[in-house]
């Protein structure tokens, strides 16, 4: 690890922000300790449009350059500051920020992105042994699987700021809210009615992606005990054909479906700020459940648990497997055990945390 000297406050700090939604908003506790150390309008926030707007409200005296789909960092308008803060993992960034002149470069020393860097910080490192309660055994030292909001608070001590609060926090604009209680009410549902917001989508063949067959038997499961809960499905861009097998395997039942257009980033928002309980792989709108404080249900095929730092309100399910967990976007097994991870996880235990969640007394099998 290399160190510089804390921030004196007059600096310039332009800070990358991750580009997956998730780690998006777990970088939010970094802004929110660095803001107050900077004077105003000293702070230039870089990230994609979607994102940034889940931040409006927030941090009014910092400029930010939006980035579209598709786009890529330009060096020319990164250039007239003193730091750049890389909060991911990514050589395109500290390429960019070299190549910009800012004289100070702070990130992750990950492969050769660390000869761009002035400021570096090491992760940690496992030896590669099986881990206690985990599958899968490593080959040799490998970074320690770990909370991306606990690496950010480190990484942030490379400039003097402590992030007092790793736990992100959100706002629920107010044309957001009202957004997504009109969909539900043009959907057939009482904006005041209780619901589950169950984000069944997933990218084709990606191992982090629910298998429909999963949601479909939990809701099942869930469906028999509270009945007056209304599903309301909801899936990102990329992810409909997931979103349309649950609702065609639903068949008649009582299921709203954020589709036609699919829920914008902000009105999905709105939601999760008012469901009960929200159902997600370890995918963003899980965070967002987080920011908002509001109780979720995890399911976590390859991912590490060690990545994902559970709350109170908060449950993750998952089962242990030889070959897992491997962090894999497409399962290298073939044959019966492709996507273990995932198949042989009991529908019946999302429906059992659930109920758990809500306060409601268990009658389910264990």
């Known amino acids: ?25 777990m970088a939010e506790p970094a802004l929110r ?20 707007a889940l931040l409006d409200g927030r941090f009014p ?15 020319s308008s990164w250039r007239g500051h003193d730091v750049a803060l890389l909060l991911t993992g990514s050589f395109r960034s500290a390429w960019c920020a070299f190549r910009a ?28 042994a099986t881990p206690l309660e985990l599958g899968r055994p490593g080959s040799g030292r490998r970074h320690l699987p770990r909370p991306l909001g606990r690496s950010l608070a480190e990484l942030l001590g490379l400039l003097g700021v402590a992030v007092e609060h790793v736990e992100p926090r959100l706002d629920v604009p107010v044309a957001a809210l009202s957004a997504a209680r009109a969909r539900r009410a043009q959907l057939g549902l009482d904006p005041d009615a209780p619901f589950l917001l169950a984000n ?31 599903p309301v499905l909801c899936a990102g861009p990329g992810e409909e054909r997931a979103l349309e097998a649950v609702r065609m395997g639903l068949g008649a039942a009582r299921v709203l479906v954020l589709r036609d257009p699919l829920a914008p980033l902000a009105e999905l928002l709105g939601h999760c700020a008012e469901a009960r309980v929200v159902w997600s792989g370890d995918t963003g709108p899980r965070h967002l459940a987080r920011a908002l404080g509001r109780p979720a249900v995890i399911v976590a095929g390859p991912t590490d648990p060690r990545h ?23 399962c290298p097994v073939a044959g019966a055990e492709q996507l273990a991870c995932m198949k042989r996880i009991d529908p019946q235990r999302l429906a059992q945390q659930t109920l758990e969640l809500l306060g409601t007394p268990s009658i389910l099998p264990r």
Not at 33 to 52: C, I, K, N, S
Not at 109 to 126: G, I, K, Y
């Open 1 to 25: 690890m290399s160190r510089g000297a804390p921030l004196s406050g007059r600096e310039r700090v332009l800070v990358r922000l991750p580009n997956w939604l998730g780690d998006f908003v």
């Open 33 to 52: 300790a660095l803001e107050p150390r900077l004077a105003p309008g000293a702070l230039t926030l870089v990230g994609q449009a979607a994102h940034l």
């Open 61 to 75: 005296g910092a400029r930010r350059l939006a980035l579209g789909a598709g786009a890529r960092d330009d060096p």
């Open 101 to 128: 002149r800012i004289p100070r470069r702070v990130g992750f020393a990950r492969d050769a992105r660390a000869l761009l860097l002035s400021d570096a910080l090491v992760p940690a490192s496992e030896r590669g």
């Open 200 to 230: 069944v989508g997933a990218r084709a063949d990606s191992s982090k992606g629910v298998p429909p067959e999963l949601w479909l038997r939990a809701l099942g499961a869930l469906h028999a005990r509270q009945p007056a809960l209304t």
């Open 308 to 330: 994902c730092a559970v709350t109170a309100d908060e449950r993750l399910v998952r089962v242990r497997v030889a070959c897992g967990p491997c962090h894999l976007e497409r």
